[in-house]
């Protein structure tokens, strides 16, 4: 029986239809998309070549401009330098107007321990004033067999005079510097050197009153440090640094000399030569400035890094720490920001103020070794509550250090807890008799490492007293 059935039903034909055309739609719409590509692709060819075209003439122009930045670099250089040689060339015109002060009569800039040639400290200022007839102290010079010390039988000091010519009150101070106890040495051909010391005082009779000053060169980084901190006390003006603007303005005024000179010295040593110029010279920099007012006696200060400025109130019977750089114990055990000839200052890291001193009053400027010593004495010896809130807040923070911190810092407080003195009016001047000498500091600062009490390092310190007058 033959079965007359067609294969494919008419349905199955449409649907068949209808596929083919849907896949030709789609299809059509590929292609449509794979031109629309295509052209999307060379667009972004054409734009890939205007950039790399731009790129090159971008990077023409930042070779372009570094070329004038580097001459604009020169140029301020050269202007720097220029206006530094103009500063020195008036100072050394208004000095020759001035009379020559007999040696007997000039101001103490000094007891510092310096290195001493046959001309000035590079850059420093004449001191052509003519001072209240003082007796200095002995000095010795680094490099040099150290002079017998010397025992004072007068404190140098002044009378600080108001505008007006009325004697408000008189200082008397005494300064001392040493090197460490357990110093280090190193052979140099057949001969053992001794490391020098790097740090740097100043302690000089002003028109205004006293300036005080201490820098600590720091010796385990750079070069020169010794001879940069002597230049930034040596270079201290007269008058007070109080803002980060007056500070790089005055450094601006000998970075550029100090770079040439030292370049010049050690332009035979590659290595040296490298080293500097790569790292510069660090130190730190505290320094006073006192002078009387109709109001009262006035101490602006300035601290950059960790050497210590300590000003103590005297009036009463007791001893009140008014006011102290660094303000916290903390700041001796983190590395502390130094002044370098390479870099500007920062802002947050310069202390600067002025303070109204109570009717007697000590001022205290230190390297950090010494100053941390007698920070930690003043507070283990006093018997009252502080009063004034760094004292305050340095109480404290000596009582939570001694009980339970752990490190270097926490050690140095314990041991200071564990030997209270007599009273912090008596450690003031116990440590004032120690600088009558160069053999009575050398021996204090001995002592005092070997009890564990300060640390071995090289000690500089100067005391500043100020007394009413008895007019």
């Known amino acids: 029986m033959n079965d007359e059935r067609p294969l494919v039903s008419q349905r199955e034909l449409t649907e068949l239809e209808d596929q083919r055309h849907l ?58 330098e220029r206006i530094s040689a103009l500063r020195i060339a008036a100072i050394e015109m208004e000095a020759s107007h001035h009379t020559t002060i007999p040696s007997s009569q000039r101001s103490m800039d000094a007891p510092s321990v310096r290195e001493r040639t046959s001309e000035p400290a590079m850059g420093a200022e004449p001191d052509t004033k003519a001072e209240t007839e003082t007796e200095t102290e002995t000095e010795a010079a680094i490099g040099t067999d150290p002079a017998p010390p010397s025992d004072i039988k007068k404190s140098v000091g002044a009378p ?11 200082w008397t101070a005494r300064a001392r510097t040493t090197v460490k106890p357990r110093n280090d040495s190193y052979e140099s051909g057949a001969q053992m050197v001794w490391r020098r010391s790097e740090d740097r005082i100043r302690l ?22 010794g001879a940069w901190a002597e230049t930034l006390v040596d270079r201290l ?70 050497s210590p400025l300590l000003i103590f ?87 939570r250090l001694s009980q339970s911190a752990e490190g270097r810092l926490a050690t140095a407080v314990k041991a200071h807890a564990a030997r209270p003195s007599s009273g912090a009016p008596e450690m003031l001047a116990a440590t004032w008799q120690d600088l009558a000498s160069d053999g009575t500091f050398a021996a204090l600062v001995a002592t005092q490492c070997d009890n564990g009490l300060l640390a071995n390092d090289d000690s500089s310190l100067i005391i500043i007293e100020i007394e009413p007058s008895c007019a």
Request: negative net charge.
């Open 23 to 80: 896949l030709l739609s789609e299809v059509a719409e590929l292609r449509r998309a794979r031109d629309m590509l295509t052209e999307e692709v060379a667009a972004a060819e054409a734009r890939h070549a205007q950039v790399a075209e731009r790129t090159l003439e971008a990077r023409e122009r930042r070779q372009n401009l570094a070329g004038e930045v580097i001459a604009l670099c020169g140029e301020r250089a050269a202007l720097i």
């Open 160 to 170: 600080l005079t108001t505008p007006g010519g009325r004697v408000a009150a008189t």
């Open 204 to 225: 000089s009779a002003t028109d205004q009153g006293v300036l005080a000053a201490v820098a600590d060169g720091a010796g385990a980084s750079g070069l020169y440090c």
């Open 237 to 306: 003006p007269t008058t007070p640094i109080s803002s980060i603007d007056d500070l790089n303005l005055w450094l601006d005024g000998f970075c550029l000399e100090f770079r040439k000179t030292i370049v010049t010295q050690c332009k035979a040593d590659p290595p040296k030569h490298s080293k500097f110029v790569r790292e510069g010279s660090f130190a730190t920099l505290s320094a006073c400035w006192l002078g009387a007012t109709e109001k009262g006696i006035a101490a602006h200060w300035l601290g950059y890094g960790d």
């Open 313 to 399: 109130d005297r009036t009463g019977n007791e001893v009140d720490l008014i006011l102290a750089h660094p303000a916290s114990l903390a700041a001796f055990d983190r590395d502390p920001h130094l002044l370098n000839w390479t870099v500007m200052p920062e802002a947050l890291r310069l202390s600067a103020g002025k303070v109204m001193l109570p009717a007697r009053a000590t001022v205290v400027l230190a390297t950090d070794g010494i100053g941390q010593y007698l920070m930690l004495r003043y507070l283990a010896a006093a018997r009252k509550p502080a009063r004034a809130p760094v004292g305050v807040g340095l109480a404290e923070e000596f009582r």
